[in-house]
């Protein structure tokens, strides 16, 4: 199972993004036989394939697979850091489908969420924050940037979960 996570990620940093996704969809489908025991495994799975799909600008797939583990696990203190990069996976999708309120905020959680638990990005985060700051900075003044991220840091994991949740209930155009 965890050799499925590496080799996905691994194809990932390569540039196969599409072979990590089929990777990762048969290594997180082999965990769902045995839940409990693989569950860190698996949380911390379909948050990298949040990231990959959104990556290849999958969103409704990126959407969906958010939605599902946000459901599952978003209020489990056990996964805090996990959850925070998959909120920041997500703000990624919802600042490309315009929604920038509701992203900033989002990245402005989980970056917090980050720092106060020592998680370390790796690949997928870090090129996932990379494309997300940008397009924010692009999109928004200064100022309004600023105090939605204000804001974001703030919240506490259960607000920032509801907020999510609320944006994907939010049809798409």
């Given at each position: 199972?965890?050799?499925?996570?590496?080799?996905?990620?691994?194809?990932?940093?390569?540039?196969k993004?599409?072979?990590?996704?089929?990777?990762?969809?048969?290594?997180?489908?082999?965990?769902?036989?045995?839940?409990?025991?693989?569950?860190q495994?698996?949380?911390?799975?379909?948050?990298?394939?949040?990231?990959?799909?959104?990556?290849?600008?999958r969103?409704?797939?990126?959407?969906?697979?958010?939605?599902?583990?946000?459901?599952?696990?978003?209020?489990?203190?056990?996964?805090?850091?996990?959850?925070?990069?998959?909120?920041?996976?997500?703000?990624?999708?919802?600042?490309?489908?315009?929604?920038?309120?509701?992203?900033?905020?989002?990245?402005?959680?989980?970056?917090?969420?980050?720092?106060d638990?020592?998680?370390?990005?790796?690949?997928t985060?870090?090129?996932?924050?990379?494309?997300?700051?940008?397009?924010?900075?692009?999109?928004?003044?200064?100022?309004?940037?600023?105090?939605?991220?204000?804001?974001?840091?703030?919240?506490?994991?259960?607000?920032?979960?509801?907020?999510?949740?609320?944006?994907?209930?939010?049809?798409?155009?």
């Open positions: 199972v965890v050799s499925g996570l590496n080799l996905a990620e691994w194809e990932h940093a390569l540039g993004t599409e072979r990590a996704v089929v990777i990762l969809q048969e290594t997180l489908a082999d965990m769902k036989s045995a839940p409990a025991r693989f569950e495994w698996y949380v911390s799975g379909a948050c990298n394939l949040i990231g990959y799909l959104v990556a290849l600008d969103l409704a797939e990126a959407r969906s697979t958010a939605r599902e583990l946000l459901l599952r696990h978003g209020s489990d203190a056990i996964h805090i850091g996990q959850i925070s990069f998959a909120l920041e996976h997500l703000a990624l999708v919802l600042v490309l489908e315009g929604d920038l309120a509701c992203s900033a905020q989002l990245a402005a959680h989980a970056d917090a969420a980050l720092r638990t020592g998680s370390e990005r790796e690949f985060e870090k090129a996932t924050r990379t494309r997300l700051d940008a397009f924010l900075a692009e999109r928004l003044q200064n100022n309004e940037r600023r105090a939605l991220e204000t804001r974001g840091a703030a919240m506490s994991r259960e607000e920032a979960v509801a907020l999510a949740l609320a944006a994907l209930e939010k049809p798409t155009d």
